[in-house]
């Protein structure tokens, strides 16, 4: 399996607060991304990064951001959490050091996240 | 979906029988991939078939692509109760660094 640790697994916050998620990868992939799974959405991209400080805005960015300081770390903020970001998150990493093209995405266990 | 589906949404068979399952997506795609998600774990690559390719095999996995009716089949021959898990297909752009997925299949393999 990929060298993906997600952390932490499991979290349980109150309306308001902040969240950071990390995701840590010991394979030199290149690209990372970040999804959230909820039912009957299967996985949609929230954020992902081509790079150390390089990133991008998916299709459900709005109340995220991200950060890419080093190759194996990307961290998801929800700067002011809500009930609506109950989901579980997924990290997922591809592509080497030369691009993604054509390669399959390896995937983290999830973060299982509650906000009351 | 606005971009794509799975079908059926759930199915239910018995072991040694096939299990077949429907991708289609609406956008011009560089490769399309299939991906296996046990209960409570992430997502596990299982087979990525490339546009100008038709059909591919892995095991006792076929996939097939038709992208002049832009979609893809996954099949399962002589399942066994640990392909129990749910099925996921996923579709890359032009510049292949992104992945869309359908809303997957939930397969249910009885022993």
């Known amino acids: 399996d990929a060298g993906i640790t997600q952390s932490p697994r499991h979290k349980v916050t109150e309306t308001g607060t902040p969240v950071t998620l990390r995701c840590h990868q010991t394979e030199n992939h290149r690209y990372m991304y970040w999804y959230r799974q909820d039912p009957g959405h299967g996985l949609r991209l929230i954020h992902y990064?081509?790079?150390?400080?390089?990133?991008d805005k998916g299709e459900v960015s709005d109340g995220y951001s991200v950060s890419r300081s080093k190759t194996e770390d990307f961290l998801l903020t929800l700067e002011s959490a809500t009930s609506s970001q109950t989901s579980v998150y997924f990290c997922?990493?591809?592509?080497?050091?030369?691009?993604?093209?054509?390669?399959?995405?390896?995937f983290g266990d999830g973060t299982r996240l509650s906000i009351l | 979906s606005q971009q794509g589906e799975e079908d059926p949404q759930a199915l239910s068979i018995q072991e040694g029988e096939n299990a077949t399952m429907n991708c289609s997506y609406k956008t011009s795609i560089n490769n399309l991939q299939w991906y296996r998600q046990n209960s409570g774990r992430g997502l596990v690559h299982l087979i990525l078939?490339?546009?100008?390719?038709r059909e591919k095999h892995s095991g006792r996995l076929r996939v097939t692509l038709d992208t002049s009716k832009k979609s893809s089949s996954l099949l399962i021959t002589a399942s066994r109760a640990a392909d129990t898990a749910s099925y996921f297909c996923a579709w890359g752009g032009a510049a292949g660094n992104k992945l869309t997925f359908g809303g997957g299949t939930r397969v249910l393999v009885k022993p």
């Open positions: 997922a990493i591809s592509g080497g050091d030369r691009g993604p093209s054509n390669q399959p995405q390896h």
């Open positions: 990064s081509y790079g150390v400080k390089d990133t």
């Open positions: 078939i490339r546009s100008n390719e």
